[in-house]
Structures are given as structure tokens and as C-alpha cells.
């Protein structure tokens, strides 16, 4: 992957995608491990944002580099985002504010997925198979970790239950945030490939997406209902199965309408589908699916053929994004970020360097993961547009650097959360 190069001095060598700078000063100076000499300070990455120019000009709290220069940035509220990052181990947080990130830790081995519970943050690691409590703003630990499932790919929480989803277990745990033990494991059976979870009131619903590797699909394509009244004996409750529906598709293939992603907007939930090929070849248009919570009737909407591969959904609760992963990058204009008001659709195209991934709102803002490229795009949507600030070719500068590159070059940007 292009790394973008924030820090601009005159050095020595590249060892890791690290930085080792000249002008050392005459007292030796100690960094910590994520970070490299640069001049008279520490800097992080080559990509850090907080550094712009050079190794000695580093912007303060209240700039944002942009273009290479520091600029004064004037916020009434700020919050912060939190990303995971896959490939590293790290958990990055991002300042809405200064569009910048400030603070990187490592946090288990493989961070998959991230939310709250009041003033803990949940980090379900899929290297060590447990559900991390953190500090949210040192990142330290708190307490025991969590024994989870295989693959926890995604955790949702309430103000007194935590929600696991164990993709390669096809579980949804349940674990009780007083005595952080788990209190019930609901499973899907095999094949299910379960992958997100979305709460309304006592109701959660869980996409199954099925095995697309094995070739077994028809456990998934489901959209399961479940009954929370008692967190500790959670019960189906019905289900839609969208392989049942008419599926609009490209002539000569055969589509799988996979839901990837969950969420409740607007009274209704929405489903991601992928509808792809069993070659995970997009077969049709961009589909989202719209589910009555009550009577699970279904009806689709279609995103078109510039943003297919439906996998990730955002809401600020007016509007609703959606982020389109096309075939990963491999043919240009079929990926990209859409917008949906009143069900009325805009698009915005990815370059061929970008992979939308996982998504947040911070108000009008809109947060969007590269899913390859260990960084994030920000998106304006004042007045119902979709106008890039921070990426390729965005009005206000690159893109803000997240994730580190791993051993082989390779960085993921796995998911986001958003803590007001």
C-alpha cells in the first residue's frame, strides 16, 4: 500500500516503514517503542498527521495539518473515533476535531471490533479470542478479559449487557456488565457465518451470511429476529430470507444477496447486501435491504451499478450512508460511498487506491475506513452532498493515517466506533 509521506525531512534509512531522522540532539533522546528520532523529538509513524513540513514543526491541540501546514482549528464540541486495527494489534483514536489521530496503543493481537459501555470501551480481539476492557482514554486495561467465540466480528452494547456476534463459532453471546461473565450463547447452527447485531428495545437482529468459501450458503442469507426479555435466555423470533425475494442481478449471473451489516434507522432496519457471485464477484447493482422491525416485510432498494458490494451502514439519524466495496479494488467505477435521503440516492466514486470500509457519523461528518489502506476518508454531508475533505483528492487535504503498516506491507482498518 502508498504511504502517504506527512513527515517530509532529510533521512538517513527505511527500516519498517519508519522514519530515523538527522539532526540528533546532543543529549541522547529515548522514544518509545511506536515511535522514531526525528530532529529534537519523537515522532510516530511516517504518516503521522500531528507533523507537517518537518521533523521540527509539529502542530499543537488546536491545529490540523492540512496541505503540509498547520492550521488553527476552532471546535465547540468534540468526540472522538475509535478504529481497529486489524493487522498491527494497535487500537488508534482519532480526534474529530483536529481530523488527526493522537493517541495509538496496542491492544491484543488482532482487534476486530469496538463499542462502549458508559465509560468503558469493549475491543473483541479475534487473535486472543476475548473481549477487552479498556480505559478509553489511556487505553489501559480494566479488569479481566472475556472468554469469546472464534472470529468475534462484531460487539454491540446496551447500558447493561454487552453483545458478541462469533462468526466462526455462529454464536451471539450475551455477557452482563456487572459481573462481565457471559450468561448465554445463543448458536446459529453451521454455515451461518453470523456478522453483525442491531438492538431494538428488546429485540435484536443478527444477519446471517452463510459460508461463501465452502460453497454453503443457504444456512446464511437470513436476517434473524431475537427475543432479549431475558438477556440470559435469548430466543428466535423469526427471520427473513432474502434468497426468497427478487433479487436484481446482471444477465448470466447467479446472486447471492449475503448480508454483511445491520442497523436501525428511521423506525426501520437496514441490511447491507453484498450481492455477489460465488466468485465474490458483485451479479447485480448495490442492494440495501429495509426491514419493518414488527412484521419483518421487506422491500429493496437499489444503490445502482456504481456502488455495488453493499458492506457497511452509518446513520447520524437523519441521514444514512452506506460504503460499497465493489470487487476490492480490481475494476474502478463500482465502488464508493453512497448517501441515501428519503431513499433517494447519491454516490460518491472511489479512486482505485481506495476500499470503503467501516463507517461512523459525527453529526454531518462522515467517517469512512480503507479497508486496505490503513487509513480514513472524511466526508462532509452539510445540506444532503457528499463532499470529500480528507483523502485522494479531498478539498482539505490526505487522508488521516491510522493504522500502521503490518510485517508485509499490509494494513487494515477493521472497524470504527464513535464515542460522543
Same mark, same amino acid.
Request: one cysteine or more; aromatic letters at 6%.
Given at each position: 500500500?502508498?504511504?502517504?509521506?506527512?513527515?517530509?525531512?532529510?533521512?538517513?534509512?527505511?527500516?519498517?516503514?519508519?522514519?530515523?531522522?538527522?539532526?540528533?540532539?546532543?543529549?541522547?533522546?529515548?522514544?518509545?517503542?511506536?515511535? *522514531?528520532?526525528?530532529?529534537?523529538?519523537?515522532?510516530?509513524?511516517?504518516?503521522?498527521?500531528?507533523?507537517?513540513?518537518?521533523?521540527?514543526?509539529?502542530?499543537n491541540a488546536n491545529q490540523r495539518c492540512v496541505d503540509n501546514q498547520c492550521r488553527e482549528v476552532h471546535?465547540?464540541?468534540?468526540?472522538?473515533?475509535?478504529?481497529?486495527?486489524?493487522?498491527?494489534?494497535? *487500537?488508534?483514536?482519532?480526534?474529530?476535531?483536529?481530523?488527526?489521530?493522537?493517541?495509538?496503543?496496542?491492544?491484543?493481537?488482532?482487534?476486530?471490533?469496538?463499542?462502549?459501555?458508559?465509560?468503558?470501551?469493549?475491543?473483541?480481539?479475534?487473535?486472543?479470542?476475548?473481549?477487552?476492557?479498556?480505559?478509553?482514554?489511556?487505553?489501559?486495561?480494566?479488569?479481566?478479559? *472475556?472468554?469469546?467465540?472464534?472470529?468475534?466480528?462484531?460487539?454491540?452494547?446496551?447500558?447493561?449487557?454487552?453483545?458478541?456476534?462469533?462468526?466462526?463459532?455462529?454464536?451471539?453471546?450475551? *455477557?452482563?456488565?456487572?459481573?462481565?461473565?457471559?450468561?448465554?450463547?445463543?448458536?446459529?447452527?453451521?454455515?451461518?457465518?453470523?456478522?453483525?447485531?442491531?438492538?431494538?428495545?428488546?429485540?435484536?437482529?443478527?444477519?446471517?451470511?452463510?459460508?461463501?468459501?465452502?460453497?454453503?450458503?443457504?444456512?446464511?442469507?437470513?436476517?434473524?429476529?431475537?427475543?432479549?426479555?431475558? /438477556?440470559?435466555?435469548?430466543?428466535?423470533?423469526?427471520?427473513?430470507?432474502?434468497?426468497?425475494l427478487s433479487i436484481p442481478h446482471y444477465e448470466g449471473m447467479a446472486p447471492l444477496p449475503l448480508p454483511?451489516?445491520?442497523?436501525?434507522?428511521?423506525?426501520?432496519?437496514?441490511?447491507?447486501?453484498?450481492?455477489?457471485?460465488?466468485?465474490?464477484?458483485?451479479?447485480?447493482?448495490?442492494?440495501?435491504?429495509?426491514?419493518?422491525?414488527?412484521?419483518?416485510?421487506?422491500?429493496?432498494?437499489?444503490?445502482?451499478?456504481?456502488?455495488?458490494?453493499?458492506?457497511?451502514?452509518?446513520?447520524?439519524?437523519?441521514?444514512?450512508?452506506?460504503?460499497?466495496?465493489?470487487?476490492?479494488?480490481?475494476?474502478?467505477?463500482?465502488?464508493?460511498?453512497?448517501?441515501?435521503?428519503?431513499?433517494?440516492?447519491?454516490?460518491? /466514486?472511489?479512486?482505485?487506491?481506495?476500499?470503503?470500509?467501516?463507517?461512523?457519523?459525527?453529526?454531518?461528518?462522515?467517517?469512512?475506513?480503507?479497508?486496505?489502506?490503513?487509513?480514513?476518508?472524511?466526508?462532509?454531508?452539510?445540506?444532503?452532498?457528499?463532499?470529500?475533505?480528507?483523502?485522494?483528492?479531498?478539498?482539505?487535504?490526505?487522508?488521516?493515517?491510522?493504522?500502521?503498516?503490518? /510485517?508485509?506491507?499490509?494494513?487494515?482498518?477493521?472497524?470504527?466506533?464513535?464515542?460522543?
Amino acid at each position: 500500500m502508498k504511504l502517504q509521506p506527512y513527515l517530509r525531512c532529510s533521512c538517513l534509512g527505511l527500516l519498517a516503514f519508519l522514519f530515523a531522522c538527522n539532526n540528533a540532539p546532543s543529549t541522547p533522546l529515548v522514544c518509545p517503542p511506536d515511535a *522514531v528520532q526525528c530532529g529534537n523529538h519523537c515522532a510516530l509513524l511516517e504518516s503521522d498527521v500531528d507533523h507537517c513540513g518537518g521533523c521540527n514543526q509539529a502542530c499543537n491541540a488546536n491545529q490540523r495539518c492540512v496541505d503540509n501546514q498547520c492550521r488553527e482549528v476552532h471546535c465547540e464540541e468534540e468526540s472522538h473515533l475509535y478504529a481497529a486495527c486489524f493487522q498491527t494489534g494497535q *487500537v488508534s483514536v482519532l480526534s474529530t476535531c483536529t481530523q488527526s489521530r493522537f493517541h495509538m496503543a496496542l491492544v491484543g493481537d488482532r482487534p476486530q471490533a469496538i463499542n462502549g459501555m458508559g465509560e468503558v470501551l469493549l475491543v473483541a480481539d479475534d487473535g486472543t479470542e476475548q473481549l477487552l476492557r479498556l480505559n478509553p482514554q489511556s487505553l489501559e486495561p480494566i479488569g479481566e478479559a *472475556v472468554s469469546i467465540g472464534q472470529t468475534p466480528i462484531h460487539v454491540s452494547a446496551d447500558g447493561t449487557h454487552a453483545y458478541v456476534i462469533n462468526a466462526g463459532s455462529h454464536t451471539l453471546q450475551v *455477557v452482563e456488565g456487572g459481573s462481565w461473565q457471559t450468561i448465554a450463547e445463543l448458536p446459529f447452527g453451521d454455515n451461518t457465518s453470523p456478522q453483525a447485531f442491531a438492538l431494538v428495545g428488546k429485540q435484536g437482529f443478527v444477519p446471517l451470511y452463510g459460508n461463501l468459501v465452502t460453497g454453503e450458503t443457504s444456512a446464511g442469507q437470513k436476517l434473524v429476529r431475537i427475543n432479549l426479555e431475558n /438477556p440470559a435466555a435469548p430466543v428466535r423470533a423469526g427471520e427473513v430470507d432474502f434468497s426468497s425475494l427478487s433479487i436484481p442481478h446482471y444477465e448470466g449471473m447467479a446472486p447471492l444477496p449475503l448480508p454483511y451489516d445491520v442497523l436501525h434507522h428511521q423506525g426501520a432496519l437496514y441490511v447491507a447486501l453484498n450481492n455477489l457471485n460465488a466468485y465474490y464477484m458483485p451479479a447485480g447493482p448495490g442492494l440495501i435491504a429495509k426491514v419493518d422491525p414488527q412484521t419483518l416485510a421487506t422491500s429493496l432498494l437499489s444503490l445502482g451499478d456504481t456502488c455495488t458490494n453493499v458492506s457497511s451502514l452509518a446513520s447520524n439519524g437523519k441521514l444514512l450512508a452506506a460504503s460499497c466495496a465493489g470487487d476490492w479494488g480490481m475494476s474502478p467505477g463500482i465502488a464508493g460511498v453512497a448517501l441515501i435521503i428519503n431513499e433517494e440516492v447519491k454516490t460518491w /466514486p472511489a479512486p482505485p487506491s481506495f476500499s470503503a470500509g467501516a463507517m461512523a457519523f459525527s453529526g454531518d461528518m462522515l467517517w469512512v475506513a480503507n479497508a486496505n489502506g490503513g487509513d480514513v476518508y472524511v466526508f462532509s454531508t452539510k445540506e444532503g452532498g457528499l463532499h470529500l475533505l480528507r483523502g485522494e483528492g479531498g478539498s482539505e487535504g490526505e487522508a488521516i493515517a491510522t493504522c500502521p503498516p503490518g /510485517p508485509t506491507g499490509y494494513t487494515t482498518v477493521q472497524s470504527l466506533w464513535l464515542k460522543p
